[in-house]
């Protein structure tokens, strides 16, 4: 049949870009998993310095302000001490008339005729205060200071302005002229805290203090005061103060961030300043974090929900905690990295708070590139391999493929590129050497096939005339495998009668009778040509003078064994039973036909009750009536005379009052009938138990190893099982016989 060249059913280039393709991408996806894990902590450092860097630079800009009223107020404050000490010499009335004038409330102030207050300073004096010498000196001195400088600081103030302890106030407010006009005669001036923040009693240290922010509800602006004490002779004398809007500073703090990052100000005491989260609206004071703080009267912002309040709070607990020098922080909780800056001045907390899921989506985001472009590397790689691997093997490997099937086919004129220098073009020279031969061989093939044609027919000839000898061989040696059979089973029948007569034995045994038996069925099986077998055959020419010789010796002893047969007739009456039980079940079997169990298991005793007597065994019956069921009888026969025979021989070394054979039948389970025979003998080593049915094999001197095997056989032949079990040597051993059981019930006879 032609063979036909077909694609093979997988690629070679397309397997081997596969498995390249599929470790390539494991190697990207390392890579990538590395890039990542690189990046990540490169871009976790590279944040962490942007971090302290941004905080560092901002805390410096945002704290300029701040440092700037401080440097004011030492100027002011040397400026008025020099001052008073300078009207220290001089009568301060006319000076302190021509200014001020007192109006109906009990209040001084600023006279209004030609006052500016865009361009003047304001004064303001509540009533009931004394105005002694000394106090109209330092309020003069503190108003040519305030004059003098107030107009240079407004340029980055909201406004200048000094309190004397005795409640005066001298104010440059270029934003609010009318302030000095406009304010109530009770106004408690002395109770602000940005005044009482300069009392010895609350700023012993005598420094520059900052009062909390807050709204200036006129101007609707945040503000927060610097105030700075002037002391003389260790006397309290005034406060210097700056209103500084916080307007832009909140502004820049809460817009003005690193990329996914925010911004906070924060006060040591919890204050919060500013917040990207923080609702303003209403609001006229900071956000106390703690909630520690009295707020009579204050409106302070509002955070959205209470998660953001508690993220707050431990936020600020662990910028409150940080070490001293500590500028950058962690809120694992919240996986959140935290920049922390001082702003000199009001010592505010400068904070830039940065969630790590920033980090790690750039770190993602890049890895995201590597692997895009390693991929596109890969698929670019892979069609160029693909188109390399195409042109370079699989074409080639195709072409020696269907010139493989050709040559198979049988078409020997196949044309392969042997120019080339690899081990592709080491293939095609190989290929075309072995298709030459071939060729040559299918030559010289055809030629001998020609003369073979003719010696088949001759062989065939001969080979029919050897195949009937063979069937007939085999059909004589089927016979006496047959014969095996039934001489075994008949064999133990007889054993019983072959014992008892133990003393015509050992005259017969030297008698050779069993030659005859040979003789006769060599005779038999050459019974078609036994003229040419008894002239030819060796073993036919001798055979009649065996004959010749053995009659001879057969009538010298022929007295002999009829005296030993007297010995044997009180054993007749037992042959008798023993062969009327044989003849009962050596009818033409039929394949199945009812039987007792029960009945079958008392045969095989009976047969064998001669010799079980003569070797001093016992026998207990444990028998359970079952009803007939249908199965081959004879063999179930052979099965048990075979396992009662065995069973005696096994009890020859046991002392005779214990050699008990004990038979028992019962119904293990519904459907499986068990026939057990027990015995107290040699029992069976575990290493035998494997090989007791094994066809030729057996522990006795005398035994053929036919019997087990033939049973077990005949076993599985009725849907059953032959098992043994024994618990080793000198422990007697227990064979079971397994058969189905399918009870019928019985018809009454007529």
């Given at each position: 049949?032609?063979?036909t ?7 070679l ?6 498995q ?12 990538t998993l ?45 400026a ?24 109906p ?28 010498t ?7 001195a ?15 103030f ?19 002229p ?18 009482t ?48 809007s ?11 961030h ?20 923080l ?28 998660e ?22 962690e ?8 920049a922390?800056a ?22 993602l985001r890049?890895?995201?590139y ?12 892979l ?13 080639p490997?195709?072409v ?13 004129q ?49 080979l ?14 089927g016979?006496?495998?047959?014969a ?34 040979k003789?006769?069925t060599?005779l038999?099986e ?17 055979a009649?003078?065996f ?28 042959i ?14 039929r ?28 026998e ?21 005379v ?26 293990p389970?519904?459907?499986?009938a068990?026939?057990?025979?027990h ?7 575990q ?8 066809y030729?094999f ?14 077990a056989?005949?076993?599985?032949e ?9 618990d080793?040597?000198g ?20």
């Amino acid at each position: 049949m032609a063979l036909t060249a077909s694609r093979p059913a997988a690629s070679l280039a397309r397997s081997t870009l596969i498995q390249m393709g599929v470790r390539i991408g494991i190697l990207i996806a390392l890579t990538t998993l590395a890039s990542y894990l690189h990046m990540f902590h490169t871009l976790r450092e590279e944040a962490i310095q942007q971090l302290e860097r941004h905080v560092a630079e901002r805390s410096q800009r945002e704290q300029a302000i701040f440092m700037l009223a401080e440097d004011n107020h030492a100027i002011l404050k040397k400026a008025l001490v020099e001052r008073i000490q300078a009207w220290s010499q001089q009568d301060p009335n006319p000076r302190f008339d021509s200014l001020f004038t007192q109006l109906p409330d009990g209040t001084l102030r600023s006279r209004a005729e030609g006052f500016d207050g865009t361009r003047m300073t304001g004064v303001f004096i509540p009533p009931g205060v004394r105005l002694d010498t000394e106090l109209r000196r330092r309020i003069l001195a503190a108003h040519d200071v305030v004059s003098q400088y107030g107009p240079a600081f407004a340029a980055r103030f909201t406004d200048t302005y000094i309190t004397l302890p005795e409640g005066p106030c001298i104010t440059f407010w270029p934003t609010k002229p009318n302030w000095a006009m406009e304010l109530p005669a009770d106004d408690p001036t002395l109770e602000y805290e940005y005044y009482t923040l300069t009392t010895p009693e609350k700023n012993p240290g005598r420094r520059t203090a900052w009062t909390s922010s807050y709204l200036y509800s006129p101007t609707q602006s945040w503000l927060v005061t610097a105030n700075t004490p002037v002391d003389m002779d260790g006397r309290h004398v005034g406060s210097f103060s700056h209103d500084i809007s916080l307007d832009e500073l909140m502004a820049r703090s809460i817009n003005d961030h690193l990329p996914g990052a925010y911004n906070l100000l924060v006060r040591d005491d919890g204050q919060l300043i500013a917040h990207p989260a923080l609702d303003m609206r209403d609001a006229n004071m900071g956000y106390d974090i703690l909630g520690t703080t009295p707020q009579p009267g204050g409106s302070p912002p509002r955070l959205a929900s209470e998660e953001e309040r508690a993220h707050l709070r431990s936020l600020f607990e662990r910028v409150r905690n940080r070490q001293p020098g500590e500028s950058i922080l962690e809120l694992p909780e919240y996986g959140e990295h935290i920049a922390v800056a001082r702003l000199k001045g009001p010592g505010w907390n400068f904070v830039t708070v940065l969630p790590k899921s920033v980090v790690t989506a750039s770190a993602l985001r890049a890895a995201r590139y590597v692997l895009l472009f390693g991929l596109a590397s890969l698929l670019l790689e892979l069609v160029i391999m693909y188109w390399v691997l195409q042109k370079q093997i699989s074409q080639p490997l195709l072409v020696l493929t269907q010139a493989t099937h050709r040559v198979a086919a049988g078409d020997f004129q196949v044309v392969l590129d042997t120019s080339r220098e690899d081990e592709l073009g080491t293939l095609a020279g190989a290929f075309r050497i072995m298709a030459d031969k071939v060729q040559q061989r299918e030559e010289q093939l055809r030629q001998a096939n020609e003369g073979l044609e003719q010696r088949v027919e001759e062989r065939t000839r001969e080979l029919k005339t050897v195949h009937g000898q063979l069937v007939q061989t085999a059909r004589q040696a089927g016979m006496a495998e047959i014969a095996t059979n039934v001489l075994h089973n008949v064999g133990n029948v007889l054993n019983s009668v072959y014992t008892a007569s133990q003393l015509a034995r050992d005259r017969v045994s030297g008698l050779r009778l069993e030659h005859v038996s040979k003789v006769a069925t060599l005779l038999d099986e050459h019974q078609a040509d036994l003229t040419t077998f008894l002239t030819q055959d060796e073993r036919g020419r001798n055979a009649m003078p065996f004959l010749n010789k053995l009659g001879q010796n057969l009538v010298k002893d022929r007295q002999e064994i009829l005296v030993l047969l007297e010995d044997v007739g009180r054993y007749t009456e037992h042959i008798g039973d023993i062969v009327k039980v044989q003849q009962n079940h050596a009818r033409t079997p039929r394949l199945h036909e009812p039987v007792h169990l029960s009945a079958l298991v008392d045969d095989a005793l009976r047969i064998n009750a001669a010799a079980l007597t003569r070797h001093r065994v016992k026998e207990v019956r444990q028998l359970c009536f079952l009803s007939p069921v249908m199965t081959d009888k004879h063999k179930v026969l052979m099965i048990l005379v075979n396992l009662i025979s065995n069973a005696k021989y096994a009890m020859d070394a046991t002392p005779e009052d214990q050699r008990i054979l004990t038979v028992k039948l019962e119904l293990p389970v519904s459907d499986r009938a068990r026939i057990e025979v027990h015995d107290k003998g040699m029992g069976i080593s575990q290493e035998l138990l494997t090989r007791i049915f094994q066809y030729g094999f057996t522990t006795r001197r005398d035994g053929h190893g036919f019997g087990l095997h033939s049973s077990a056989v005949a076993a599985q032949e009725l849907g059953g099982s032959l098992t043994v079990h024994s618990d080793g040597p000198g422990r007697g051993a227990t064979f079971s016989l397994e058969l189905p059981y399918q009870p019928i019930e019985e018809t009454p006879r007529a």
